[in-house]
């Protein structure tokens, strides 16, 4: 059931997606349903057909201290993060100077790293 509903979404996305760009439906309502029906078809299944599945998994893992810990520092580390592409994107403004991309991201994993290795001293 799932596997047919995301081909059809797929299909009719690739139907919107030829009219919107004067293509051809011909080609692109089969690409579409092969590329985005198998995706949109599993995200039905998880979140409709399964969510009971879902909410026993979730609330399983709640109970997790390492996974709570987790959740905590990438909460903290999205706010770290936030402040830095600011100042990023400040610095630019000011000094014209370029941040790269993996400048931002290496320190997003830094800020989560750090956040977890305090959360987990603290509470050890």
């Not at 092969?34 to 893992?61: C, D, H, K, Q, Y």
């Not at 592409?85 to 400048?103: H, N, R």
């Amino acid at each position: 059931m799932s596997t047919a509903g995301g081909a059809a979404a797929g299909a009719a996305l690739g139907w919107a997606v030829a009219l919107s760009n004067g293509g051809d439906p011909a080609l692109y309502v089969p690409v579409f349903a092969a590329a985005v029906g198998p995706m949109v078809g599993v995200a039905f299944w998880m979140l409709v057909l399964n969510s009971a599945e879902t909410r026993r998994i979730e609330a399983a893992g709640a109970a997790d201290v390492e996974r709570s810990w987790s959740r905590d520092a990438a909460a903290a580390a999205f706010t770290d993060v936030m402040v830095v592409v600011s100042l990023g994107v400040a610095l630019q403004a000011v000094a014209g100077w370029t941040v790269p991309l993996p400048l931002f991201c290496a320190a997003g994993l830094a800020a989560w790293a750090l956040r977890y290795a305090a959360a987990r001293r603290r509470n050890a």
